[in-house]
């Protein structure tokens, strides 16, 4: 896989041109911050008021700077309209705000592919459909940036209605800092689908029930929830660390031969051949779109199940000694 860096980017390909960040929120705010550090016009789409409250987006955008406008004001006004909306809220803002606005010629652009891979959005064909995407977190991306430097990111062209969409996304992404780093260039499909994998099966999901058991488990048996806490959550971080820097082998080297040889031994009791067929399954659910239809049934719906799971989640024993041991061992 070819990766891009700096001098595979020219940011001529935005000279004379409006960004329209829409949404204010994590990736909004880094992304729109960094592309103006770099020289870009940007300007922000927002509302005012969000579930009849003010929204402090819409604030902080105006107190860092920005013109700030209505959704549909910005994306009439620009030639790149990037939505960082939550997933769940592109494709009726989109409908009731942002298409009227697509006028050929235009850039629709995002950060992640689920609306255009599941047809949540379908744009006219006479724009450019492309995607840039962080490959972190936005906290880090703007620190990353910040420090002359960024994170990795990924680039996708779904439709080049004006035979610019590459290099307009390869011009975004440097002004990021994300070339700086390495570029990939993907596929809506690859990019959208691995996103989901990953995210469901080994980094959210499958970590945090890893950590939920791990600390149940030992509770239950007796063990002081502050001990298990520092056992099964804290570490972890430290752990992937070294595998951050340098890959199972290197995390291997630090801990003890006793902890690798119980890597060896019960890890494959604990995560079997079963789970490998079970991440296969929802492979096929995100690849065939029941995850998608189900989740947006979910977003229709106001959201019920996921305010629960969050509301139980806030509850379990891990997060209320969590938030009490992380007091008490800050750096004063
Ligand atoms: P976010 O949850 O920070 O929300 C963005 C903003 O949207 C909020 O500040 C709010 O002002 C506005 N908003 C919320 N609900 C709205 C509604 N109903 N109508 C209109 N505006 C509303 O979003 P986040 O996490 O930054 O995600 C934005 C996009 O970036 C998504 O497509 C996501 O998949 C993608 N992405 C996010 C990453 C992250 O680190 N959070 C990493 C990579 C991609
Ligand atoms: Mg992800």
Redesign the pocket.
Known sequence: MKIYHDHDANLDALKGKTVAVI??????SAQALCMRDSGVKVIIG??EK?DGNE????TRAKNEGFEVYS?GEAAEKADIVH?????E??GP?YKSEIEAHMKAGKALC???G?NIVYKQIVPPADVDVIMV??K???TEERKAFLAGFGVPGLVAVQQDATGKAFDVVMAMAKSMGFTKAGVLKCTFEEETYEDLFGEQNVLCGGTVDLIKYGFEVLTEAGYPPEMAYFEVCHELKLIVDLIFEGGIGRMNEVISNTAEWGEYYNGPFIIDPSVKERMKQSLKRIEDGTFAREWMEEAKKGRPNLMKKRADLAKHPIEIVGKEIRTLFEKK
């Not at 949404?23 to 909004?28: E, L, P, R, T, V």
């Not at 939505?83 to 997933?87: H, S, T």
């Open positions: 949404g204010y929120g994590s990736q909004g927002e509302t969000l929204n402090p987006s819409w959704i939505i960082l909306l939550p997933d809220f592109h803002v995002c950060s992640h689920f995407a962080p972190s977190p936005a």
